[in-house]
């Protein structure tokens, strides 16, 4: 018998096997499996940025209806469970321990095929897959995409609907170096006649989407066009906005922040729209209402102290790191604002911090224990602001910053979310002691 431990240690250990980009390994595992996707109602969701916030926006409102709604994000942020999620709860020890025994002896078997064994990314889509299917059946389930789209191992499914919510350069190893070579790719989980909603703005990557759509005799919605959002209030602890389509005109609120959260409430709303007119799921403007009221993403925005104030935010590409920017704009006009960064070099880094040197007012860089972490002196060349630092010690500069910080100062933790599931916990142990003392 597995214990849970022995179980993660062996679903990492499938990290040797790298990204193994191609569906037809996934398709042969889950045929040994008795193909439990088959059995699921989804929505699928790519993009660069953007895909959690939406996912949880949307479970949010599908649960505050009453459904029974299973996710698939990644990566996780504190706990390897929570990638696999139902109602909003990781999948328990024991279940993923089951999960694992169920899988792998067919992925160690399948080491002697011409397929070759599955990676760490197809092996846990195969477990969710199982595991909504027949250990925790879901009315519905919400997949995030891991990388990409065509290529993902999550796209061996026929959702209800199909999501992009954004295009941005990251991952061009993989994707490609244009616009249109990514949008390509996250097209790629267009599927014949079923609707699309689209959230992306630059016309040569929308351009990309609208042809896949009308390829594969898709409806497409698209943010801005097809329906719109636009920000009636900043409020103290989220966003307030209007909502325009053909079905439905109202107002929200959110608890999350930034007016790209809008973005993504807006496409959830809009996919919400979809689900009740073409698959017949039920809500209501009261549960559209109190689940984006009741979303919350971890490092989004995420405010970890009010006195000292104190955030953290995932912003992990160049994308990420504009919408950060203008939300610091937007929020902290009259604050001196401090950040402090670490990346993963694999990261196209510079176009990362260029956007800080007019929008804060000190930048520190520094480092953590991870792999493919970037370097505090390689990230401190790249930028010219001229209130920077390099920080060895990411623990003490925090210590010391909020003994510091005065009533009109801002503490921004940002960059890599491997980074922030390492602050995080850290600093909230921190807070409480400092504060007892």
């Known amino acids: 018998m597995l214990t849970y431990e022995k179980a993660v240690d062996w ?52 649960q505050d209806s009453g459904y029974r709604v299973g996710t698939f994000t990644s990566p996780y942020f504190e706990r390897f469970n929570e990638r696999i999620s139902f109602n909003g709860e990781p999948v328990a020890d024991e279940d993923l321990t089951a999960l694992v025994e169920k899988i792998k002896p067919v992925a160690e078997q399948m080491e002697h095929t011409e397929w070759g064994p599955p990676s760490e990314f197809e092996v846990i889509t195969a477990m969710s897959f199982f595991y909504f299917a027949e250990m925790k059946p879901a009315d519905l389930v919400l997949y995030e995409v891991g990388l990409g789209g065509r290529l993902d191992s999550t796209n061996v499914i026929i959702p209800m609907v199909s999501v992009i919510t954004s295009i941005g350069l ?41 042809e896949r759509a009308e390829e594969l005799g898709c409806d497409l919605f698209e943010l801005g066009k097809d329906f719109t ?41 809009k996919v919400m729209e979809l ?68 990346a993963l070099k694999d990261k196209d880094l510079k176009p990362m ?21 970037a370097a505090v002196e390689e990230l401190y060349q790249l930028s010219s602001h001229p209130n920077k630092a390099r920080i060895p010690e990411w623990k003490a500069f925090i210590h ?33 002691n400092y504060r007892k003392n």
């Open 275 to 342: 689900l009740q007119d073409r698959n017949g799921l039920r809500t209501s403007e009261a549960h559209v209402k109190n689940g984006l009221k009741k979303a919350v993403w971890p490092g989004r925005m995420e405010a970890l102290s009010d006195e000292p104030e104190i955030y953290i935010d995932g912003a992990h590409n160049p994308e990420g790191v504009e919408a950060l920017v203008k939300t610091i704009r937007d929020r902290f006009m009259g604050k001196k604002v401090t950040v402090l960064f670490s």
């Open 170 to 210: 990251d991952h061009m190893k993989f994707l490609g170096n244009s616009l249109e070579d990514i949008a390509y790719e996250k097209a790629g989980i267009i599927k014949t006649s079923v609707p699309v909603v689209s959230g992306v703005h630059q016309t040569e990557a929308a351009e990309v989407i609208q």
């Open 400 to 432: 010391q910053k909020i003994q510091d910080m005065g009533k009109n100062e801002v503490l921004l933790i940002t960059g890599s979310l491997y980074f922030l599931s390492e602050v995080k916990p850290y600093l909230l142990k921190y807070l409480e």
């Open 229 to 269: 959002a636009e920000r009636l209030a900043i409020l103290e602890k989220g966003e307030s906005f209007s909502y325009h389509s053909t079905l439905l005109n109202g107002s929200y609120e959110l608890s999350m922040i930034g007016i790209h959260q809008i973005n993504n409430a807006a496409i959830a709303i």
């Open 353 to 373: 911090i260029s956007p800080f040197e007019e929008a804060v007012d000190f930048i520190g860089f520094t480092s953590f224990t991870f792999p493919r972490v």
């Open 11 to 62: 679903i990492h250990s499938r990290l040797r096997l790298g990204i193994k980009p191609g569906l037809e390994r996934m398709q042969y595992l889950l045929n040994e499996l008795g193909n439990p996707h088959e059995k699921l109602k989804t929505v699928h969701i790519g993009g660069t940025n953007g895909k959690g916030s939406t996912v949880t926006y949307l479970r949010n409102i599908l």
